[in-house]
């Protein structure tokens, strides 16, 4: 026999005796039979398997992706430059600007802190909070301003009374519509008679005074329409009245709220909260948040407080010196001379205004509509954005806004007015308060919040037109930094004319 076959039989009698003793191994366990434990191992000796083929299959991956790593770094090494546009160009679609917007407001506060300095050196500390009292009252026992707050109440239970009646039938539609105009017209007349009349009014009380009417007629109004829309859609059908836009339909409310519907509405405590509500259009289900959150709350009024401090200080620091060195009139200076006055007055007069915004439409009105649980905090939109004119006036001031397109610019449009021709309505209504609130009070009447007002309508045109872009967004700033402060001068002017001219002969 060869070495071969000799080698051939021991490997053969090698495999056979390993067989044997890997069979002798797999003995029953707990009474279990051989065949289930062979079963068992064989079982065991695919779960190693499975867990070898499941880390192949996590190598892989990573040695893909290495490759791609290393592909992607040998590719940045032959090119690093692609199709793109600079960050500044409006092609690019950028629009974080943050960064500048802080740079801005630092050069701003660092530019005028050197004024600020020096207004402080040569008048030296002006801020008296116990002098701003005397901007509201003339004698501490006589308050005109907080009594005519208190007498509109009046109009508020008027309009009720009138509504409850036309609900019921006692009253007809024209009886009900000629007690409203009464009630309106005689809303914005009572309150001009008496800061005209009694001379104890201060300028200020007045304004105050005369703003709350404002805003209680243009309140009233609204409540008036949406109550006769009320009646109307009700005298059609009474189905249709849950699909209107003042009694909305069950689903746009969430569980365990309850839905108000005509004539449910006419009630002392519906009236009095829209009254207070940071809203001037009427709704009979208004959005509610669910709850008061008192840390939201007491931001607001520390904002508050905090503004109002800094809002009195800068002008009585700031403005009132350089409003008590412009009183000298027109004609004794030259045109460089009243620039520099313009100037002068242009950039606190600014910064107060952005001050109150900010301090009236977002600390104030937030706090107020947190404190009501009003779900509506739209109170501004973008209007530093705007591009025109017509933008600005629709955004910066979204309640006054809603009010204009509701009851206003709408029903004109709906009675067959051009576009133009309501929109110029518009203006003009909105000039006609701006010179309620600053001619009655003033006790003078010039007109230039009027004409100011009015002289939007062509600068809108010509931006609209002519400018577009970063070119428009400009020219609106321009307007609201320079048109404001003239006006302002203008004022002071003529009150220095009238009130102090005689005396400086």
Not at 94 to 99: A, D, F, I, L, T
Not at 310 to 331: C, D, N, Y
Not at 395 to 412: A, D, E, G, S
């Amino acid at each position: 026999m060869s070495d071969l076959d000799v080698n051939g039989a021991l490997t053969r009698r090698r495999r056979a005796t390993l067989a044997t003793e890997r069979t002798a191994k797999v003995r029953p366990v707990n009474g279990a039979s051989a065949a289930g434990t062979a079963s068992l191992g064989t079982a065991d000796f695919s779960l190693h398997d499975g867990l070898r083929q499941r880390e192949r299959s996590l190598e892989r991956p990573t040695a893909k992706s290495e490759k791609k790593k290393r592909r992607s770094e040998m590719g940045d090494r032959l090119s690093c430059h692609k199709a793109q546009e600079s960050l500044l160009s409006s092609a690019s679609g950028y629009s974080n600007y943050r960064g500048v917007l802080n740079w801005c407001v630092v050069m701003l506060v660092l530019s005028n802190a050197r004024l600020f300095l020096e207004n402080i050196l040569k008048y030296g500390i002006l801020v008296d909070p116990i002098q701003v009292v005397s901007l509201f009252l003339k004698d501490p026992y006589s308050w005109p301003a907080a009594c005519l707050v208190i007498v509109s109440n009046v109009f508020i239970v008027v309009a009720l009374y009138t509504e409850r009646q036309l609900s019921k039938g006692s009253f007809s539609e024209f009886a009900g519509f000629l007690i409203h105009c009464i009630n309106l017209s005689t809303l914005l007349t009572f309150p001009a008679a008496v800061v005209l009349v009694v001379r104890s009014m201060t300028p200020v009380g007045g304004v105050f005074a005369l703003g709350i009417y404002t805003i209680l007629f243009l309140k009233l109004y609204s409540y008036k329409d949406v109550n006769l829309w009320c009646r109307e859609l009700s005298a059609i059908k009474a189905k249709k009245l849950s699909r209107s836009m003042s009694c909305p339909t069950a689903q746009h409310f969430k569980a365990g709220e309850q839905k108000v519907c005509y004539p449910g509405n006419l009630t002392i405590k519906d009236m009095y909260y829209f009254v207070f509500a940071p809203t001037l259009c009427y709704e009979l289900n208004f959005p509610r948040s669910p709850k008061i959150r008192i840390q939201f709350l007491l931001r607001r009024l520390c904002e508050m407080l905090f503004f109002t401090q800094v809002l009195v200080g800068l002008t009585q620091q700031w403005m009132i010196p350089i409003i008590q060195s412009s009183m000298k009139p027109l004609e004794d200076m030259d045109l460089s001379r009243m620039t520099e006055r313009l100037l002068r007055l242009a950039v606190p007069n600014h910064l107060l205004w952005l001050m109150f915004f900010y301090w009236f439409f977002h600390s104030s009105m937030n706090f107020s509509a947190e404190l009501l649980r009003f779900g509506d905090r739209q109170f501004y939109k973008d209007w530093w954005n705007s591009e025109t004119v017509t933008y600005f006036w629709q955004n910066w001031n979204i309640p006054v806004h809603k009010w204009c397109l509701r009851h206003f610019y709408k029903p004109l449009l709906r009675k067959g007015f051009s576009k133009k021709v309501s929109q110029s309505a518009v203006f003009f209504l909105s000039a006609f308060f701006h010179e309620y609130l600053v001619s009655v009070p003033l006790r003078m009447f010039r007109l230039w919040a009027f004409t100011g007002m009015m002289a939007q309508l062509p600068l809108a045109w010509f931006v609209g037109h002519f400018l577009r872009g970063n070119y428009g967004n400009a020219a609106v700033w321009m307007s609201i930094i320079i048109g404001q402060p003239f006006a302002v001068l203008m004022y002071v002017h003529d009150y220095y004319v009238m009130h102090y001219r005689s005396e400086a002969e």
